[in-house]
């Protein structure tokens, strides 16, 4: 039976892919959802996620969401092997949604860029080998990109720009979701089954 990884304890889009033929591992990055610690950065959600992937062999799919997708797109590039890809709201630019996160909470671009250095010099990853943007020219799986247009946390420029520079992309965009509710939404989940398709077909 074929592998579909979900990066996110999401409770309700094992069932559909069980149900489509999948065998579905599911996993909470870490400090999310069940997962130990108090803190996690995307280098950790790639290095766990590249683990997962190891251990599971060649996948049929990956489904992830945010960051999460983030860390997909990174591993993707790093040679990690999926059939179809589908990612929820992805954040393309850890850079850009440090500085929007800082200037929401009162803090100015300088205190951003230390934060931002500190985490560069504390996992050995810069931020710009991360950018999704400049990763996905030599990716070939086909990717369904869900976006709101009224995301909060994510504009929709700049997965926009993802979609652009990712020559599989299908980028279909919703409005009224936001950032999660794309999760719970029952259209977001039969896109993302029917991009799965059946995997006693390939």
């Known amino acids: 039976m074929d592998s579909a990884v979900v990066l996110g304890s ?18 909470d990055a870490p400090a999310h959802g069940a997962a130990a610690g108090r803190r996690s950065s995307l280098p950790e959600m790639l290095e766990v996620t590249q683990d997962i992937a190891a251990r599971l062999g060649p996948l049929a799919g990956v489904v992830a969401h945010s960051n999460g ?27 850009s949604f440090i500085l929007r996160l800082a200037a929401t909470l009162g803090f100015s671009a300088k205190v951003a860029k230390r934060a931002q250095k500190r985490v560069e010099a504390r996992y050995g990853v810069p931020f710009s080998a991360l950018k999704a943007q400049n990763l996905t020219g030599s990716l070939s799986q086909p990717v369904l990109i869900l976006q709101d247009s009224k995301d909060r946390t994510v504009p929709l420029a700049e997965v926009e720009e993802l979609a652009r520079n990712w020559p599989t992309a299908d980028l279909q965009i919703s409005t009224g979701l936001g950032h999660n509710r794309l999760l719970r939404d029952a259209a977001s989940i039969d896109r993302v089954v029917a991009h799965m398709g059946d995997p006693t077909q390939r």
Do not use: H, K, T
């Open 10 to 27: 999401w409770a309700v889009l094992p069932p559909p892919l069980v149900a489509a033929g999948y065998r579905v591992v599911a996993f």
């Open 69 to 95: 997708a983030a860390a997909v797109i990174a591993a993707l590039a790093g040679g990690m092997q999926a059939d179809r890809v589908a990612l929820l709201a992805p954040m393309p630019d850890l850079e």
